[in-house]
Nanobody, 125 residues
Framework: QLQLVQYGGGLVRSGGSQTLSCVISGMPLERYNIGWFRQTPGKEREGISCVTRFGDSTVSTDSVKGRLTISRDTGKNTVYLQMASLKPEDTGVYYC??????????????????WGQGTQVTVSS
């Protein structure tokens, strides 16, 4: 059984930075891909970034490219999402998810088997 616990989030001013952490217990990071998703009211979870079990990372959404860095620490079994130059449209609930089956990063939430509890990020203008 895998457990994902998220840390970080909260209120940040436009132009500020935020780092989210996803701490995974139960299996080492090399066994699955970890994706970060954002969800806003009335919309489905949108995949924004991912790191594979092999350590390859991708940024899925054009709106955050250049402002977002995903990284992982295999020693701590933790994946980080660093966000810079935040904009009000980055506001949402952020989730990390674990995907055991895909060889590459999947941008579809349905590919993920386990989820963190979600954390709210609110960017004020």
């Amino acid at each position: 059984q895998l457990q994902l616990v998220q840390y970080g989030g909260g209120l940040v001013r436009s132009g500020g930075s935020q780092t989210l952490s996803c701490v995974i217990s139960g299996m080492p990071l090399e066994r699955y891909n970890i994706g970060w998703f954002r969800q806003t009211p009335g919309k489905e979870r949108e995949g924004i970034s991912c790191v594979t079990r092999f350590g390859d990372s991708t940024v899925s959404t054009d709106s955050v490219k250049g402002r977002l860095t995903i990284s992982r620490d295999t020693g701590k079994n933790t994946v980080y999402l660093q966000m810079a130059s935040l904009k009000p449209e980055d506001t949402g609930v952020y989730y990390c998810g674990a995907d055991f089956h895909s060889s590459r990063c999947a941008g579809w939430a349905g590919s993920y088997n386990y989820w963190g509890q979600g954390t709210q990020v609110t960017v004020s203008s």
